[in-house]
């Protein structure tokens, strides 16, 4: 049988040496030559434009630092039996790539040039070496706790994007999404850990990097995505919320009841339900849509949803109003009636339309491989940036986040201000300095340090353990 032969990878412009850019004035006069004009119109596969922003500006030694985990300066399994996946240009998938550094991984990353790459579980031996093994041998150990979250999945409830679309405005339920999860999954789990990670186009990923949650195996994984999944169903179930509340179960969990709001407090979704599903996005304006709110009242109202039909049938009633006159019908119900019926179809339907939908796949499966932290999304040029969840929903996608054309323009303009004696071009660090990526690498670096500061304080307490025998 023939030998397997490596896909091309993407080409760097003729007559480029690739091993001298970061030692000479090659790069960065090739740089002054990229198409910005090309980029600005998304188009990411500009070879040059991504070779720069590889050697220039990806921060692998933060990524490495994060994914290492246990020792900031010496790899450990948790890097060097890690699997990376690389896409390239020509859409050819390449898995199980492992690197026994940083330096490494970076040198091959700038030989494939790739349209992304992803990042999966460590494995009991090095990806690279998986053929050697018997398949009983090869297996993955460990894998940080991750969670998808798309805004493809709000299709049905929000009104001013669809599909591969995002702005401000439906935003605001990934901004929802992070505050209930982050709150819930370090409060009810006690992870410490977590990074969000803006998609590059219309979601956000989950990392949680906990010793705990990163040793989870498959069962317990679906164990969490069983908390984590409440809104479930098709679009053709009107109905997504089960069991949860209702005439068997009247008191709500924990932590949705800390989501929702105790009596009398607005919690983070009986907010958002108001501010950004009646009020902003004005979700039940058209007869399709409320005639699916009505689907969602307590059948055994009949008479009282009847007479909301009606009322609005023909009507301009905002979503505003209609909620208010299902609050009247509701409170017109008589006490007994309005709590164990009205008030638990009520809060189901807060959770329907602002509770966090996940991609429950995902979180599933330790072998699951994800996209990097910092890559650069095919279809948008925009950069995969962390987020941090006390300003996520300051957060604007379309204009806060960073992309390739702007990352080189902005060192091209750093490089044209400073010359050589603003310091040294393409340094071991990073040009990512020089541009607007800075404050996403130190929050990167932040979360890292952390993480470092606790896998001290255990390996402390277990010497200090060991000493008493």
Same mark, same amino acid.
């Given at each position: 049988?023939?030998?397997?032969?490596?896909?091309?990878?993407?080409?760097?412009?003729?007559?480029?040496?690739?091993?001298?850019?970061?030692?000479?004035?090659?790069?960065?006069?090739?740089?002054?030559?990229?198409?910005?004009?090309?980029?600005?119109?998304?188009?990411?596969?500009?070879?040059?434009?991504?070779?720069?922003?590889?050697?220039?500006?990806?921060?692998? =030694?933060?990524?490495?630092?994060? /994914?290492?985990?246990?020792?900031?300066?010496?790899?450990?399994?948790?890097?060097?039996?890690?699997?990376?996946?690389?896409?390239? /240009?020509?859409?050819?998938?390449?898995?199980?790539?492992?690197?026994?550094?940083? #330096?490494?991984?970076?040198?091959?990353?700038?030989?494939?040039?790739?349209?992304?790459?992803?990042?999966?579980?460590?494995?009991?031996?090095?990806?690279?070496?998986?053929?050697?093994? @018997?398949?009983?041998?090869?297996?993955?150990?460990?894998?940080?706790?991750?969670?998808?979250?798309?805004?493809?999945?709000?299709?049905?409830?929000?009104?001013?994007?669809?599909?591969?679309?995002?702005?401000?405005?439906?935003?605001?339920?990934?901004?929802?999404?992070?505050?209930?999860?982050?709150?819930?999954?370090?409060?009810?789990?006690?992870? =410490?850990?977590?990074?969000?990670?803006?998609?590059?186009?219309?979601?956000?990923?989950?990392?949680?990097?906990?010793?705990?949650?990163?040793?989870?195996?498959?069962?317990?994984?679906?164990?969490?995505?069983?908390?984590?999944?409440?809104?479930?169903?098709?679009? @053709?179930?009107?109905?997504?919320?089960?069991?949860?509340?209702?005439?068997?179960?009247?008191?709500?969990?924990?932590?949705?009841?800390?989501?929702?709001?105790?009596?009398? #407090?607005?919690?983070?979704?009986?907010?958002?339900?108001?501010?950004?599903?009646?009020?902003?996005?004005?979700?039940?304006?058209?007869?399709?849509?409320?005639?699916?709110?009505?689907?969602?009242?307590?059948?055994?109202?009949?008479?009282?949803?009847?007479?909301?039909?009606?009322?609005?049938?023909?009507?301009?009633?905002?979503?505003?109003? =209609?909620?208010?006159?299902?609050?009247?019908?509701?409170?017109?119900?008589?006490?007994?009636?309005?709590?164990?019926?009205?008030?638990?179809?009520?809060?189901?339907?807060?959770?329907?339309?602002?509770?966090?939908?996940?991609?429950?796949?995902?979180?599933?499966?330790?072998?699951?491989?994800?996209?990097?932290?910092?890559?650069?999304?095919?279809?948008?040029?925009?950069?995969?940036?962390?987020?941090?969840? =006390?300003?996520?929903?300051?957060?604007?996608?379309?204009?806060?986040?960073?992309?390739?054309?702007?990352?080189?323009?902005?060192?091209?303009?750093?490089?044209?201000?400073?010359?050589?004696?603003?310091?040294?071009?393409?340094?071991?660090?990073?040009?990512?300095?020089?541009?607007? /990526?800075?404050?996403?690498?130190?929050?990167?670096?932040?979360?890292?340090?952390?993480?470092?500061? #606790?896998?001290?304080?255990?390996?402390?307490?277990?010497?200090?353990?060991?000493?008493?025998?």
């Amino acid at each position: 049988m023939a030998a397997a032969v490596l896909p091309p990878a993407r080409p760097p412009p003729p007559q480029m040496d690739i091993d001298g850019l970061d030692g000479d004035d090659t790069l960065d006069m090739a740089m002054e030559q990229i198409d910005e004009k090309a980029i600005e119109r998304n188009d990411s596969t500009e070879p040059m434009a991504m070779l720069a922003f590889y050697k220039r500006l990806l921060p692998f =030694k933060s990524l490495y630092v994060w /994914l290492n985990r246990d020792l900031p300066h010496q790899p450990t399994k948790n890097f060097t039996n890690r699997e990376f996946a690389f896409t390239l /240009l020509n859409d050819v998938y390449i898995r199980y790539q492992s690197f026994s550094n940083w #330096e490494e991984w970076k040198k091959e990353v700038v030989r494939l040039n790739p349209a992304r790459f992803e990042i999966g579980p460590v494995y009991t031996a090095k990806p690279k070496d998986r053929k050697m093994l @018997q398949k009983s041998v090869f297996r993955p150990v460990s894998r940080e706790l991750v969670v998808d979250i798309d805004m493809t999945d709000y299709d049905a409830i929000r009104t001013c994007c669809s599909g591969k679309g995002i702005c401000k405005r439906c935003w605001a339920w990934i901004a929802i999404a992070v505050q209930v999860l982050d709150e819930g999954l370090r409060s009810d789990f006690g992870f =410490k850990h977590l990074l969000w990670v803006y998609s590059g186009r219309r979601g956000i990923h989950l990392w949680i990097s906990d010793k705990e949650a990163c040793e989870l195996q498959d069962d317990a994984r679906k164990a969490i995505v069983g908390w984590l999944e409440v809104v479930k169903g098709g679009a @053709q179930q009107a109905k997504k919320v089960e069991g949860t509340t209702g005439s068997f179960n009247k008191t709500l969990h924990p932590a949705l009841r800390r989501a929702i709001g105790k009596e009398g #407090e607005n919690g983070p979704l009986k907010s958002a339900f108001v501010e950004t599903v009646l009020r902003d996005q004005d979700c039940f304006r058209a007869k399709e849509q409320w005639e699916i709110l009505l689907q969602l009242l307590p059948s055994s109202e009949s008479d009282a949803i009847n007479k909301l039909r009606n009322k609005w049938e023909g009507s301009s009633r905002s979503s505003m109003d =209609k909620w208010s006159d299902i609050s009247s019908a509701a409170a017109k119900s008589g006490e007994r009636t309005f709590n164990s019926v009205w008030k638990p179809a009520m809060e189901d339907i807060i959770l329907q339309y602002t509770y966090p939908r996940i991609d429950a796949e995902v979180s599933k499966h330790l072998n699951h491989l994800l996209k990097s932290p910092f890559v650069v999304h095919p279809a948008t040029g925009r950069v995969c940036v962390p987020v941090d969840p =006390k300003e996520v929903a300051d957060f604007d996608p379309e204009n806060d986040c960073p992309t390739v054309a702007l990352l080189l323009r902005e060192l091209n303009e750093w490089q044209r201000t400073h010359g050589a004696s603003g310091g040294e071009v393409g340094n071991v660090k990073g040009d990512w300095e020089k541009t607007s /990526l800075k404050k996403y690498v130190q929050l990167l670096d932040r979360h890292c340090a952390a993480i470092y500061k #606790e896998a001290a304080a255990r390996k402390r307490s277990t010497q200090a353990f060991s000493t008493d025998f």
